[in-house]
C-alpha cells in the first residue's frame, strides 16, 4: 500500500514539472526583430516620397535648363540681327561715299586732260599740275579707307555692342566724308590756279599767196 502511494506521487510530480515547462514556454515573450528585418510599410512609403521629390526635382532642373537656353538662343538672334543692322548700315553708306568719290575722280580727270593740251600750247603748267596731282592722290588714300573700311566695321561689330559698334561706324562715316570734301576743295583749288593760267598765244594762221594771173596770148 505504501509502495503503491510512493509511485502515485512520484508520477504526480513529474506531471506537474512537465505542466510548467509547457507554461514557460507558452508565456515567454516574442523577440524584437533584428536590425536586419525588412522595412515597415511607412518606411517604404517614405522612401516612394523621397523618390517622387527627386525626380520632381531633377525634372524641375532640366525644364529651367531648357528654357535657359531657348533665352540665350533668342538673345543671340536678337544680337546678330543688330549687327546685321550695322553691316547693312555701312554697305549703304559706302555706296554713297563711293558715288562721291567717283565724281570727284572724274573731276580730276577733266582738269588734267586740260592741262595736257595747255601744256601742249607751250603754257607753263607745273604748278597746276602738283596741286592737281596731290589732290588725285587724296582720292586714292580716301578710296583705299573705304575699302579697308569693310574690315573695320566687322572688327568694330565683334569687339563691341552693337550700339557702340554703330556710333563708331558712323564716326568712321565722318571721317571719310571730311576727306572727300578735302579732296574737292582741293581740285576747286587746283581748277581755279589752271584758270588764271595766261591763255596761250593764237596760233598764226598760214598765209595764202596769191594765184598768179595767167598771162593773156596775143
Known sequence: MKKH????????????????SVSAQTVSPTPSPSPSASPTARERALERKQENKQKQEERKEERDQKKEEKKDEREAKRLEKRKEEVRKFWRKMMHRLEVLLRNERRLADNLRKKLNKLAARG??????????DDAVKMIDDTAKMIQDGTAQVESLIN???PKEALKKVKQ???????????????LVDAR?????LPKPSPSPSPS????PSPTPTT
Open 5 to 20: 502511494n510512493y509511485t502515485a506521487a512520484v508520477i504526480m510530480a513529474a506531471f506537474l514539472l512537465s505542466g510548467l
Open 123 to 132: 603754257v607753263d603748267v607745273t604748278e597746276v599740275k602738283k596741286k592737281l
Open 159 to 161: 569687339n563691341n555692342e
Open 172 to 186: 568712321l562715316v565722318e571721317e571719310i566724308r571730311d576727306k572727300i570734301k578735302n579732296v574737292h576743295r582741293a
Open 192 to 196: 581755279k590756279a589752271m584758270n588764271s
Open 208 to 211: 595764202v599767196s596769191p594765184s
